[in-house]
């Protein structure tokens, strides 16, 4: 019997932002434009940036693919070097 295949939980819940805000950041002018890092009540993560889908999809590198329901998102990197103090080392 091989491994079951892994799928996000729609049910889940934002339960704590990673990092900084968008705002904190200065990564956006108030507009809506927000990314953001969120792990969910049930351990997964939520990226939220933009969605670069059609940017990507026909230079993706050797091996790298993105399956149907899955989107490449893009955040800015101060987002995720202000997250890396709350992602757990294991």
Sequence with gaps: ?????W???PT???????GK???ELGNTSGDGSCPDIWELNNGDVAVIGQD???SYQDRLPEGVS??????????PRS???????DIPDA
Excluded at 67 to 74: N, S
């Design 1 to 5: 019997m091989g491994e079951r295949r």
């Design 79 to 85: 987002t995720m070097i202000a997250a890396k103090v």
């Design 21 to 23: 805000s968008s705002h």
């Design 52 to 54: 670069l889908t059609e």
């Design 12 to 18: 889940a819940e934002l339960h704590r932002r990673w």
């Design 7 to 9: 799928e996000a939980d």
């Design 66 to 75: 993105v399956d149907p329901g899955e989107r490449p998102i893009i955040i």
